[in-house]
């Protein structure tokens, strides 16, 4: 597998940019409902400065969500591991009309087919929050194995512990994935 790098990927109207400072200001304006921040691992950003700072300190390579050509939310590749040629999506948020929209389907189908296609990977790594009922049913649609759940894994952002219930895709697996994707959105 090769390593991610920053890219530009696209289809109809979604297109993800490598997040640059030029995004902020939108992402900032996407970022204030505190819905979309309830399962991340950070709380809502306050100020401009402090989703700069998110951008600068990010875990992963991070991508702004860019649709109809504003930017509305951002997603990661993280923790690769070329030893086994893994790699894992995570760090997803979009503004909340967004949600349940053709939006993370996309995202998702322009992930997985840049990893399995692109990079090589042959194992995709999706964890969420256990309880984060409305992400694993969107995880499961995506034909993501469940591998189960991680206990006591990590803090959420007001303090408590979570569950991360972790789900994956293998290579062989991807291209009954990517059609089923590919159906969704409507070819």
């Known amino acids: 597998m090769r390593v991610p790098e ?5 289809h109809g109207r979604v297109r993800l940019e490598p997040w640059e400072p030029r995004h902020d200001a939108e992402l900032f ?23 700069s700072r998110l ?3 990010h875990p992963g390579l991070p991508w702004a969500v860019v649709v109809d ?14 030893a086994v040629e ?6 997803t948020w979009y503004r909340r009309d967004l949600w349940a929209s053709d939006v993370n389907p996309t995202c998702k189908l322009l992930l997985l087919q840049h990893a399995f296609e692109d990079l090589g990977a042959q194992r995709m790594t999706l964890k969420t929050d256990a309880l984060n009922s409305r992400s694993r049913a969107a995880i499961s649609k995506l034909g993501c194995a469940y591998d189960g759940t991680l206990r006591h894994h990590r ?5 408590s512990v979570r569950d991360s219930a972790y789900f994956s895709l293998l290579a062989a697996e991807w291209p009954p994935a990517r059609a ?3 159906a969704r959105l409507g070819g």
């Open 155 to 159: 803090l959420r952002a007001d303090g």
């Open 55 to 57: 951008r600068e300190t």
């Open 6 to 10: 920053p890219v530009l990927l696209g």
């Open 86 to 91: 893994g790699l894992e999506i995570g760090w």
């Open 29 to 51: 304006a996407a970022a204030q409902d505190d819905g979309v921040w309830t399962w991340l691992p950070v709380p809502r950003p306050r100020t401009l400065e402090e989703l």
């Open 69 to 82: 050509g504003v930017a509305a939310g951002s997603t990661s590749y993280l923790d690769a591991d070329l």
């Open 180 to 182: 089923r994707l590919q």
